[in-house]
T-cell receptor, first 111, second 114 residues
Framework: RKEVEQDPGPFNVPEGATVAFNCTYS??????FFWYRQDCRKEPKLLMS???SGNEDGRFTAQLNRASQYISLLIRDSKLSDSATYLC????????????FGSGTKLNVKP | NAGVTQTPKFQVLKTGQSMTLQCAQD?????MYWYRQDPGMGLRLIYY???????DKGEVPNGYNVSRLNKREFSLRLESAAPSQTSVYFC?????????????FGPGTRLTVL
């Protein structure tokens, strides 16, 4: 079983739409969570950390549900520039150097 | 600051050849990492180095060796390349938990093994 699972998509949405992705993780002893963004043929870049209380950064909201072992990313008022692959990352409590990446969810925002 | 740099950007090898992928960071980070990314698989950790002088295995270390040459540089070596090692390789560095544990990635090396 994979440590982290994501719906690969693609999610095709019009500009201005709200879109949400989920990511499930298998290890209940996970301590840290992140969303990274990866543009086509580029390196991943940190989008935001995911805190237990949830957090918001502009149009982006991330939430953690420990009971059901998933994290979510909500994007409001989608822009063309949001088109990318979004990678979920989970780090276990026993080793903060071991990042487990999901395979990513592809988002296409259409004009 | 250049951030994380990787060389080469592209490489084609024949089965059985060896090569070393180079990585350097100028952010004074303690931790460095090597990942491979395959279609539909996400990034998988090959090796990491939590500090200068230490290295540890990740999820998929077989067929690879690493060297943490100094604080700045972390190289990945393929001793006898196999077609299964065709992938995109990313190096990353991090300042660790004290700085939010964000990883900064290099631009990647696209390796094809024939």
């Amino acid at each position: 079983r994979k440590e982290v699972e994501q719906d690969p998509g693609p999610f095709n949405v019009p500009e201005g739409a709200t879109v949400a992705f989920n990511c499930t993780y298998s290890n209940s002893a996970s301590q840290s969570f992140f969303w990274y963004r990866q543009d086509c043929r580029k390196e991943p870049k940190l989008l935001m950390s995911v805190y237990s209380s949830g957090n918001e950064d502009g149009r982006f909201t991330a939430q953690l549900n420990r009971a059901s072992q998933y994290i979510s990313l909500l994007i409001r008022d989608s822009k063309l520039s949001d088109s990318a692959t979004y990678l979920c990352v989970v780090i276990p409590i026993y080793n903060f150097n071991k990042f487990y990446f999901g395979s990513g969810t592809k988002l296409n925002v259409k004009p | 600051n250049a951030g994380v740099t990787q060389t080469p950007k592209f490489q084609v090898l024949k089965t059985g050849q060896s090569m070393t992928l180079q990585c350097a960071q100028d952010m004074n980070h303690n931790s460095m990492y090597w990942y491979r990314q395959d279609p539909g698989m996400g990034l998988r950790l090959i090796y990491y180095s939590a500090s200068e002088g230490t290295t540890d295995k990740g999820e998929v270390p077989n067929g690879y060796n690493v060297s943490r040459l100094n604080k700045r540089e972390f190289s990945l070596r393929l001793e006898s390349a196999a077609p299964s090692q065709t992938s995109v390789y990313f190096c990353a560095s991090s300042a660790g938990l004290a700085r939010g544990n964000e990883q900064f990635f290099g631009p990647g090396t696209r390796l094809t093994v024939l």
